[in-house]
């Protein structure tokens, strides 16, 4: 797939703008035969299919073609890593050159976690089985060193001859073992992972936050091993001859030991600091699409799978059964779900996009007010898909991944905008899921919930819009859904720049008159 930044973004919606779309523009058609109406839904789901297609092969493109080879450069780095250094035992046994051999294994073991997503599972749970063995090998080349060093310290210790003192040789063994000690835990917290139970995309999010926690401890640990061993090297060639012949070569190596353990440290507990990299390197590679997003929204799970799971959970609702007290209430009973129907993708005129912190009398409103134009114009009742009733509340897991086909079986999307619309991040993603998979832009409907003092602060909300400051109920979806937006755009500013356009295209012209210098102002090229 083409390279699709923000300009190529808009340019593809704007495309679709003027494309005759026959599904999109069916539901707006009052002479509509039972012919049409019952081909309609097939050519949704036809239409559904291709866009899931398209998203699932770039996904694995993605992984193929990025995530893979860095995967295997990373365990081929290890690999040399350690091999050079058994080598460098076997041969000399010192430790000076084992030191040297191990400086390409910090990097090799942050190198293959780089770009895998919790959506990469069976990586994932290669990734633990690596590191579990890395340092597995690491531990049985420390015990070697500390053996080694025990002889040393039991061999009679004659000043005269040694190449190094006795209490020396012992401050040696001391820094080998702890070394040793640091390796034991991170191996058995690594092999943890090999033996825990749980549900699958659970697991592969868990597995992989505790890998990037283990290895940025395991590191930090190294780093302050090595940093005391460069002082203690440093002060011995200071001294003179007759601690350690090695002394100088050896400082050097454990300060460029220290450095990099403690900078690559620092990087794997840093979640914000692996976003960074990660959105950088994708911007530089041909995964800058929204539909790489879409597949990592997915989880990469294969297309008929997501449209089989998304069409059996499909519902809807009349409009009339929606009342006031269902829009404020986020906790719906059972019996109101029950109250809903099962839909056919392409059946549904409209997809309800709120903001539950936003107030339930304004949204109630002016959804009546939506409602009565759609009355007026098709002479029946609109069937809508809203959130809080039409899923399941017993299996909210599963309906992650059904969203784009859900927003996809809707004619349009009905966006309820308030104060707090923006500070949503699931509300801004429905927009661009709408688009890619292959809604228009005028399919989109935006009310405005608020006041004209609220409408200028919201024009100062929208040029401050940041999707990293936007707020999700459960944390493990906010880290989903910026990873799609990383997949999707190549950065968080690109994005930003995107919703602000896209929302100065679909917004109502009452909403852009209160302001039109900053609204000339927020449009960006």
Partial sequence: ????????????????????????SSWRTASMGPAEH???????????????????????????????????????????????????????????????????????????????????????????????????????????????????????????????????????????????GVALLGALRFASLLVRRAPRAQS??????????????????????????????????????????????????????????????????LPESRAGLQAWLVSRGEAVTTAAGLGALLGNRPAYQ?????????????????????????VIGRAVYLATERAQLGSVDAFISHSWLDAPTGKWEALSRWRADFRATHGREPRVWLDSVCIDQLAVEDALPCLPVHLAGCDALVVLIGDSYLQRLWCVVELFVFLEMGGTIDQITVLPLCSFEARVQWLGQLSRFDARQATCTFARDKELLLATIRASFGGFDRFNAAVRNLLLDVAPVELLQVNPSEVAVLRQP
Wanted: net charge positive.
């Fill in 38 to 180: 019952a081909q309609r839904p097939e050519m949704h789901q036809a239409r559904i299919r291709g866009h899931l297609d398209a998203a699932h092969g770039t996904a694995q493109q993605f992984t193929r073609t990025v995530v893979f080879p860095m995967f295997l450069l990373g365990a081929g780095l290890q690999a040399a890593s350690l091999a050079v250094a058994a080598a460098m035992y076997a041969v000399g046994g010192q430790l000076l050159f084992v030191s040297v051999a191990l400086l390409l294994l910090p990097l090799g073991a942050v190198w293959p976690l780089v770009m895998l997503r919790p959506s990469d599972e069976g990586l994932v749970r290669v990734a633990a089985r690596v590191c579990a063995l890395c340092w597995a090998c690491v531990l049985a080349l420390m015990l070697a060193l500390v053996s080694e060093g025990v002889r040393e310290v039991r061999a009679p210790c004659d000043a005269a001859s040694a190449t190094r003192a006795c209490w020396w040789v012992r401050a040696s063994l001391v820094f080998t073992s702890i070394e040793a």
């Fill in 306 to 330: 997501v449209q089989a799971l998304a069409a059996e959970r499909f519902r809807c609702i009349s409009a009339e059964k929606i009342t006031q007290q269902v829009i404020a209430s986020r």
């Fill in 204 to 269: 592969a999010r868990h597995t992989l936050d505790v890998i990037w926690l283990t290895l940025g401890r395991v590191l930090v640990a190294r780093c302050a091993v090595s940093g005391t061993r460069f002082v203690a090297d440093a002060a011995s060639s200071l001294m003179g001859a007759g601690l350690d012949e090695n002394a100088s070569a050896s400082a050097g190596v454990h300060l460029i030991a220290a450095f990099e353990n403690g900078a690559l440290g620092v990087f794997a507990l």
């Fill in 1 to 24: 797939p083409p390279v699709m930044g923000l300009a190529g973004f808009l340019k593809a919606a704007r495309t679709r703008l003027a494309r005759t779309d026959p599904i999109s």
